[in-house]
């Protein structure tokens, strides 16, 4: 097992989402080989900047994950051509400083992304949105590979839960190439 944390974060608040059964299928395969939590972050409340100081206990919780996380695993739909407003309230909330004397706990943190959904999109422009996000808080993209599944129907059980056919090779893809995006940057440091 190597010493690596990561989180993962899925920009769905949905039951049965899609691409929270993504997320759990990546951390299926990587938890053998790294520590792997995905976030619940249902209960993070709307940012106003009224309750930013101090934050609430949920922000804090995060904030104090993400600290120690190696890197963020993103999973997101998208929602007209975006990614989730859920999403974007928890980034904002994140892109806040923590106080006075120490900032946000996201600048240079390695991120990933994947995203599937049941459209022709597979969540592509979605991503190019958060990249983008991402990118202006000074996060670690791996821009390479990235997975976008559409059709997600088509990958489906006969009880309608996420069975990763095609795509399933790709996950691992990604989830490998996390793992040594990772431990590259980690040895810069
Ligand atoms: C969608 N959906 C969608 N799908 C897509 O491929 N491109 C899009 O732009 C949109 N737009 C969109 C807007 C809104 C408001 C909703 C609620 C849905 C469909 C979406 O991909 C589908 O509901 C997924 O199942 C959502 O992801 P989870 O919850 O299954 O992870």
Redesign the pocket.
Known sequence: MENIRILAI?????K???????AKEAEKYLKSKVNIEIIDFSEVPLLNQDIEFPAPAKVQEIREKIKKTDGIWF????????F?GVLKNLIDWLSRPVSDTEGSVLPGKPAAIS?????????G??QDHLVTLLSFLNMDIMNVPRLTI?N?MQQLDKDGKLELKASAPYLVKEADAFIEFIKNRKQID
């Open positions: 899925v920009g769905s608040l949905r049965n989402s899609y691409n929270l059964q993504l999973f997101t739909p998208e929602y007209n051509h975006f989730p995203g599937i959904s049941p459209g022709m999109s597979g969540t422009i979605a559409p997600a």
